[in-house]
Structures are given as C-alpha cells and as structure tokens.
C-alpha cells in the first residue's frame, strides 16, 4: 500500500504544479494581479518547486553507489559520516569528509527561499480569499494613484 503511494507522489506534484502555473496564467491574462488565485497559483508552483530543489539534494551524489564510490575511496572518511548519521533533515549535506559535500551549495539556500516564497504567496491567497472585497479595495487604491 505504501509502495502504491509513493507512486503516486510524483503525480500529484505534477498535477499541483500545472495546475499552479494555469492559475497563474489565467490570472496574468485576466489582469488580475492581485486576485487570490494568482497567489495560490505562485504558492503551488513555488511548494512544488522546493519539493523538486529539495529531493535533488537528498539523492546528491546518490547515483546507485554507495558513499564510498560516489566520493572515491581516497576521499571518503567513514569516521566523519557515522558522526553526521544523525544529522536533522534540513539543511542537508552528504559529507565525504570533514570538507568535501555532495550536496551542491545551491540546494539550502533555494529550498529556504522557495518554501518562504510558498508559504507568504499562500497565506496572501488565504487573505484575499477571506476577506470579501479586498481585491476590490487594492484595485480602487491604484486606480486612484493613477489618476493623481
């Protein structure tokens, strides 16, 4: 049953991630900006994209080798990878040795920003969602400012 799951993940970030980048098309073509499906659609392209960032640094160096292989046997230092077995899930590294990472330095700062990036674009859709008329307001406010 869980093997059937896991099938399923790549899937469902796939459905969420196109239909993330629909609402943010039809939001673009209508105009509407600030409209809270255009949130929502930045929220579930930027979510989807963390999860993509963030299990290509977890597989980083993975290749179907095992450590020794993927680092050399030269370089990897078994003593330093039984010390970070322990290690929590973000940020990730996959050390090699006391200086060498198979996880690119790109990954940690890219999950962190995206995920930033989904949560505020979410509770910005949750907001002007909620709260009835407030696309209104901010479409009234700029027509003002470009009358001025």
């Known amino acids: ?3 059937v799951l896991l099938c ?3 899937f469902v970030l796939l459905a969420l991630l196109v239909k993330g980048i629909q609402l943010v098309a039809r939001g673009a073509r209508a105009g509407a900006w600030t409209g809270p499906s255009m949130w929502a659609g ?3 392209t930027a979510g989807v994209l963390t999860i993509c960032v963030y299990v290509t640094g977890a597989f980083a160096g993975w290749g179907g080798m095992d450590k020794g ?3 050399g046997e030269d370089v990897y230092d078994s003593k330093i990878d039984a010390l970070h077995q322990n290690d929590p899930p973000f940020p990730l590294h996959n050390w090699c040795n006391a200086e ?3 996880v690119p330095s790109w990954v940690n700062p890219t999950v962190a920003g995206l995920a930033v ?3 505020v674009c979410l509770v910005m859709a949750a907001v002007l969602g909620a709260v009835p008329g407030a696309t209104r307001v901010i479409r009234k406010k700029k027509q003002r400012e470009r009358r001025i």
């Open 69 to 71: 292989e993927a680092c």
């Open 1 to 3: 049953m869980i093997a």
């Open 117 to 119: 990036v989904s949560a």
């Open 42 to 44: 930045s929220g579930f």
């Open 8 to 10: 399923l993940v790549p």
């Open 100 to 102: 060498i990472d198979l």
